[in-house]
């Protein structure tokens, strides 16, 4: 629904290799991160497009799950612009480039394992 009553403000990402995944994000999505102390711990809060992002170590967040602990599809400009910093700052590519109808995508992991999709509209 377009018209909704509700939108998204942030999202806390549940962190195992902190230091690798401030550094990519930074790097990939020039996130500017601030340090948060909380619960005994560093804690980064940046802005991701419009929403608060913020970074929790996973043991603190009690978060156990070994795969994605979040998914996003993310519209770019280009994805050539993306591609190599996402190599150059630990990140992998899962998928080359594909061709749908009005859009070209690329999967990619960030350092913690992570997936997600760049999309390219034509």
């Known amino acids: 629904m377009e018209n909704s009553d509700y ?16 550094n990519f994000y930074r790097e990939v999505f020039e996130i500017r991160f601030t340090k948060v102390p909380k619960y005994g711990v560093i804690l980064y809060e940046g ?3 419009r929403m608060k992002m ?4 996973a043991d603190i967040a009690r978060n ?7 998914q996003f599809d993310i519209i770019v400009k280009s994805l050539d612009n993306y591609k ?3 190599l150059e700052n630990g990140g992998v590519l899962i998928e080359n ?3 749908n109808n009005d859009c070209y995508a690329m999967g990619f992991k960030d350092p913690d394992g992570n997936s997600m ?5 034509k």
């Open 117 to 121: 999709v760049l999309i390219e509209y």
């Open 7 to 22: 939108q998204i403000r942030g999202f806390t990402i549940a962190v195992t290799n902190m230091e690798e995944m401030v």
């Open 64 to 70: 156990t799950a070994r795969q994605n602990r979040h």
């Open 84 to 86: 190599q910093k996402i």
């Open 97 to 99: 480039v594909t061709e």
């Open 54 to 57: 913020l970074m929790c170590p």
């Open 47 to 49: 802005k991701f497009g």
